[in-house]
């Protein structure tokens, strides 16, 4: 059984920094990607920023050069830092955990709330 269990949203100005964090635990596969999902309301739930277990990252380009997504793969942990936040940002934000052995396995984390607003 796999449990992800993510932390730090809230509520922040625009302009302002959140840290959001996910821990996954159980049996994990050591070769694995880990990623970052938002769903705004009324809207399709779409990728923010993913890295595997190598460190190699990819991002949406509406975040570029605004959120760094790191882990730390002895704690199984992802972390998602969000500076310059625009209302726009505004959103669920979920964690993600996969890993392909013969069929893919992916795992969600239960959901944070970040909302940017004066």
């Known amino acids: 059984q796999v449990q992800l269990v993510e932390s730090g949203g809230g509520l922040v100005q625009p302009g302002g920094s959140l840290r959001l964090s996910c821990a996954a635990s159980g049996s994990i596969f050591s070769i694995n990607a880990m990623g970052w999902y938002r769903q705004a309301p009324g809207k399709q739930r779409e990728l923010v920023a993913i890295?595997?277990?190598?460190?190699?990252?990819n991002y949406a380009d509406s975040v570029k050069g605004r959120f760094t997504i790191s882990r730390d793969n002895a704690k199984n942990t992802v972390y998602l830092q969000m500076n310059s936040l625009k209302p726009e940002d505004t959103a669920v934000y979920y964690c993600?955990?996969?890993?392909?052995?013969?069929?893919?396995?992916?795992?969600w984390g239960q959901g944070t709330q970040v909302t940017v607003s004066s």
């Open positions: 890295i595997n277990e190598g460190g190699s990252t």
């Open positions: 993600k955990l996969t890993w392909l052995v013969l069929v893919e396995y992916a795992y």
